[in-house]
């Protein structure tokens, strides 16, 4: 449980570093909402990850490999990870910005692909009975790695300058590289060895989508995983500028709406562990899934109320607890989609359409908040928790989900 910490905080480390601490940088340097919401496209490596977990999956890296297959790559690509963040730090958005989202690129995919190793690892090493607790710990750290990366970034930048706190974020990635070398590899994971290219494509590509595709309702399973947290996806790209342009400082944000409100989620999420527990993984997909959707009323809230920090208070707790109770419900949804044989393709698969959502069809966020006004955007974000909705309610039916 404290190697699943240590891990989950380096695993939500880099992500806020590539959307929403990078949202207030990239305002801060004079980049327009649009452009920003366009940025979004850059973290596509989070949504095409299963285009290369195959390769992480079976395989071996030479020398690094000694460590077993999974530390192997988790330490190959941590080092890559600290590269990708100084590279950034040492570029200017404003006077480079092919450039710098060149680095904001490289980071994303070495932070897309740790998360393969790391949820292929994290469920490689609990019981089926033991996955709830680790999901939980796991996603406690998680949000641990989100204060440092955010709260911490933001409380940095008021008297730093952004190009210094990325060089301190990239050290934080250093609490993987410390704790990977100090964990085991799971037993029982070596990777197999095909003769032939054939037989490599098989065993890395289509036995683990063949093997998916065996589960009734695949394609709306797959719908499902795309749409479900789509409201909160389409919320994150303009947060940060939302809460800027309606006054709060960057001390403000960052002790408000990232220390309490990640506080929050750390809360929620363990309340939905303990909801997936007692009520079942269906009662909490429901659950959470109408809570997630409905707490974004919260920002409609709070554009009418300005620069109010009560009412920032309570809209932030209403956003965040919810939002952590759809996380642990949902992480532990998709790691029970998994066959432990292809654990690292098919957590892949289903996670990068999760980001999918958030990256690609979100980049579209920054053209809507500028055409309407804050309250009219934050009722579409709502509207788009519907159609997640509404495919949770078939699968139900025709008992594609159900408990085990």
């Known amino acids: 449980m404290a190697v699943m910490l240590l ?23 004079g980049i ?27 395989y071996r890296l030479p020398l690094f490999g000694r460590l077993g297959r999974r530390r192997g790559w988790a330490v190959f690509l941590q080092l890559l990870l600290i590269a990708a963040l100084l590279l950034m730090s040492f570029t200017n958005p404003k006077l480079s910005p092919g450039l710098f989202a060149c680095w904001v690129f490289l980071t994303a995919l070495f932070s897309a692909s740790q998360d393969i190793v790391l949820d292929a690892y994290r469920i490689e090493r609990f019981k089926e009975k033991e996955q709830a607790a680790g999901v939980a710990v796991f996603v406690l750290g998680y949000r641990f790695g989100a204060i440092f990366s955010g709260a911490g970034a933001l409380f940095m930048a008021s008297f730093l300058s952004w190009s210094h706190v990325y060089q301190i974020m990239a050290a934080g990635v250093i609490v993987g590289l410390v704790t990977i070398l100090a964990a085991k590899e799971p037993a029982g994971n070596a990777p197999s060895k095909p003769r ?56 403000q944000i960052a002790s408000i709406i990232k220390i309490y409100g990640v506080i929050a989620t750390v809360a929620g999420t363990l309340l939905g562990g303990v909801l997936v527990n007692r009520a079942g993984l269906v009662k ?3 659950i959470c899934g109408f809570l997630q959707g409905l707490s974004n009323l919260v920002y409609v809230g709070q554009a009418y109320a300005g620069n109010n920090v009560p009412v ?16 642990a419900a949902f992480v ?20 990068s359409l999760m980001g999918a959502a958030r990256d690609l069809f979100a980049a579209t966020s920054g ?11 934050f009722f579409i974000t709502t509207l788009t928790a519907v159609p997640g909705m509404l495919i949770l309610w078939y699968l139900i039916r025709v008992e594609a989900i159900k408990d085990s």
Request: glycine residues 6%; contains cysteine.
């Open 367 to 377: 053209l809507v908040a500028a055409a309407v006004s804050w309250q009219g955007f």
């Open 32 to 58: 327009s909402l649009a452009a920003i919401g366009l940025f979004s496209i850059v973290k596509a490596p989070y949504s095409f990850k299963w285009l290369f977990s195959p390769v992480i999956d079976q």
């Open 7 to 29: 891990l989950g905080f380096v695993s939500g480390l880099p992500l806020l570093l590539v959307s929403t601490t990078l949202s207030l940088w990239l305002k801060d340097a």
């Open 284 to 286: 909490s997909l429901v």
């Open 196 to 251: 032939t290219m054939r037989a490599t494509v098989v065993n890395a590509v289509v036995k683990p989508f063949a093997d998916f595709m065996k589960r009734g309702h695949w394609p709306w399973i797959l719908l499902f995983v795309f749409l479900y947290r789509m409201s909160d996806a389409y919320v994150a790209p303009m947060a940060y500028p939302f809460f800027d342009d309606m006054g709060f400082s960057k001390i």
């Open 332 to 351: 532990a949804y998709l790691s029970s989609l998994c066959n432990k044989k292809y654990t690292a393709t098919q957590y892949a698969l289903l996670s």
């Open 312 to 327: 920032l208070m309570i809209n932030i707790f209403i956003e965040n607890i919810s939002g952590g109770m759809g996380t």
